[in-house]
T-cell receptor, first 115, second 108 residues
């Protein structure tokens, strides 16, 4: 079956512009996660959704970052007024549920470059 | 609070040698532990997971990990490294708390 998809695969933007990153989870997966991967920083948790609710958004680095999920499916991560330090690969993952025992299935990521 | 520490951001082994990647966790509740692998230019995929059924967990590609509660560890091992094992490996606790990763290099 289809895996997690993300778009765009690459995004180059100018400092100060807003960007939207999209994630399509595996059908039937109720939990959805966003991470940021930077060189030497590992995977930085940003936010997760159970259905359309976000029980934990503690990882969002600033109020410039926001995310939503609609219809229990597609999610968008929005970064306003982008800064150079926002440059990273943004990964999305989904799982069958949000309990701690479920493994996650990852998308290929969106590489964001802020110039 | 839960956390994961991976010792060694880079590990090099010779082809055919033992692979040992270290992971220590902190958790106030019984943990669920995972190892994921990211091959070059690919997404992360699950190698194996511990969910309390057995302390020795076998995963894909000949990898295994042993849960040791007394040492709060979940180290990943493989008896004999292959060139194809070169990748970045991430340990995770309880779903979405990830370590900083260990990049494995296999020398011919």
């Amino acid at each position: 079956g289809a895996g997690v998809s993300q778009s765009p695969s690459n995004k180059v933007t100018e400092k100060g512009k807003d960007v939207e990153l999209r994630c399509d989870p595996i059908s039937g997966h109720t939990a959805l996660y966003w991470y940021r991967q930077s060189l030497g920083q590992g995977l930085e948790f940003l936010i997760y959704f159970q259905g359309n609710s976000a029980p934990d958004k503690s990882g969002l680095p600033s109020d410039r970052f926001s995310a939503e999920r609609t219809g229990g499916s597609v999610s968008t991560l929005t970064i306003q007024r982008t800064q150079q330090e926002d440059s990273a690969v943004y990964l999305c993952a989904s799982s069958l549920g949000s309990t701690r025992s479920y493994e996650q299935y990852f998308g290929p990521g969106t590489r964001l470059t802020v110039t | 609070a839960q956390s994961v520490t991976q010792l060694g951001s880079h590990v090099s082994v010779s082809e055919g040698a033992l692979v040992l990647l270290r992971c220590n966790y902190s958790s106030s509740v019984p943990p669920y532990l995972f190892w994921y692998v990211q091959y070059p230019n690919q997404g992360l995929q699950l190698l194996l997971k511990y969910t309390s059924a057995a302390t020795l967990v076998k995963g894909i590609n000949g990898f295994e990990a042993e849960f040791k509660k007394s040492e709060t560890s979940f180290h990943l091992t493989k008896p004999s490294a292959h060139m194809s094992d070169a990748a970045e490996y991430f340990c995770a606790v309880s779903g979405y708390i990830f370590g900083t990763g260990t990049r494995l290099k296999v020398l011919a």
